[in-house]
Nanobody, 123 residues
Framework: QLVESGGGLVQPGGSLRLSCAASGFTLDTYAIAWFRQAPGKEREGVSCITSTARTTYYVNSVKGRFTISRDNAKITVYLQMRSLKPEDTAVYYC??????????????????GGKGTLVTVSS
């Protein structure tokens, strides 16, 4: 399974760094994705990164503000979030998508996932 951490309460314009670590398997050979779900809304794919880190994807609403990266030595994937907005408020999940491309990733069929970490952006 995957374990997310790093969420919390932050003011608009602030920053958070989310972490995704694997338990029971090695993360380095998997593409990893972050998706989020706000109360009463559908899941939204936020970002993904391939196993080699050569390809990344960001949904338009976070481009220029979020950065996904991975440290395969530490078997951890990060999502650095800057200039946070109230509309970024959601539970953020990491998962292993069937694939990650420059144009996105499928939300269905993910093999491993976590329980999520709550990000609240509010003054």
């Amino acid at each position: 399974q995957l374990v997310e951490s790093g969420g919390g309460l932050v003011q608009p314009g602030g920053s958070l760094r989310l972490s995704c670590a694997a338990s029971g398997f090695t993360l380095d050979t998997y593409a990893i994705a972050w998706f989020r779900q706000a109360p009463g809304k559908e899941r939204e794919g936020v970002s993904c990164i391939t196993s080699t880190a050569r390809t990344t994807y960001y949904v338009n609403s976070v481009k220029g503000r979020f950065t996904i990266s991975r440290d395969n030595a530490k078997i951890t994937v990060y999502l650095q979030m800057r200039s946070l907005k109230p509309e970024d408020t959601a539970v953020y999940y990491c998962a292993t998508p069937r694939y990650c491309s420059a144009t996105g990733f499928p939300l269905e069929g993910m093999q491993y996932g976590g329980k999520g970490t709550l990000v609240t952006v509010s003054s």
